[in-house]
T-cell receptor, first 113, second 112 residues
């Protein structure tokens, strides 16, 4: 089945630094989604990408849909303490009856003040 | 703008008991989903629904029952709870199947 790889499981950065996270798969996807989950809350959609090569920003966040359709990255610039949380990627594939949304296991981000 | 709500937020129950987790959305999204989140497994789809009275199994449906009599509600029932069902359960909704999904705040269920 389709699997998404996010690594490492945890990242530790200093406040003010930029950080980049990758999500890779052996399968192609039509849509890539990036979510953030704060402790004790549900995942919140950050960015959605619909086209190979697409680069989309949301404030300090930038995400790209890989040209091969098998990967995506999320970049956070000038990190702040509230960026702490778990970042999930999700890939969506649509073929009618075989449509599926697959989630990565997430990367836990810690930001040192 | 309530969006998607879940109740209860926390529940402790005993093995063998029936428990129902509630999910309500105010967006009139056609699709609704139930996931469980466990360490090491990430989010796993239990059941989903395309509309009232239309439901389908996800990746881990065993031990769970769903119904959807109204578009806005999608309850999840554990008919006879087991310790392996201790988890955090998230409800989600979307306009299009397996596109952008919007999650509720979760229910933390402990089965003793």
């Amino acid at each position: 089945g389709q699997q998404l790889n996010q690594s490492p499981q945890s990242m530790f950065i200093q406040e003010g630094e930029d950080v980049s996270m990758n999500c890779t798969s052996s399968s192609i996807f039509n849509t890539w989604l990036w979510y953030k989950q704060d402790p004790g809350e549900g995942p919140v959609l950050l960015i959605a990408l619909y086209k190979a090569g697409e680069l989309t920003s949301n404030g300090r966040l930038t995400a790209q849909f890989g040209i091969t359709r098998k990967d995506s990255f999320l970049n956070i610039s000038a990190s702040i303490p509230s960026d702490v949380g778990i970042y999930f990627c999700a890939g969506s594939y649509h073929t009618g009856a075989n449509s599926k949304l697959t989630f990565g296991k997430g990367i836990t981000l810690s930001v040192r003040p | 703008d309530a969006g998607i709500t879940q109740s209860p937020r926390y529940k402790i129950t005993e093995t063998g008991r029936q428990v129902t987790l509630m999910c309500h959305q105010t967006w009139s999204h056609s699709y609704m989903f139930w996931y469980r989140q466990d360490l090491g497994h990430g989010l796993r789809l239990i059941y989903y629904s395309a509309a009232a009275d239309i439901t389908d199994k996800g990746e881990v449906p065993d031990g769970y029952v769903v119904s959807r009599s109204k578009t806005e509600n999608f309850p999840l029932t554990l008919e006879s709870a087991t310790r392996s069902q201790t988890s955090v359960y998230f409800c989600a909704s979307s306009v299009v199947l397996f596109y952008e999904q919007y999650f509720g705040p979760g229910t933390r269920l402990t089965v003793t």
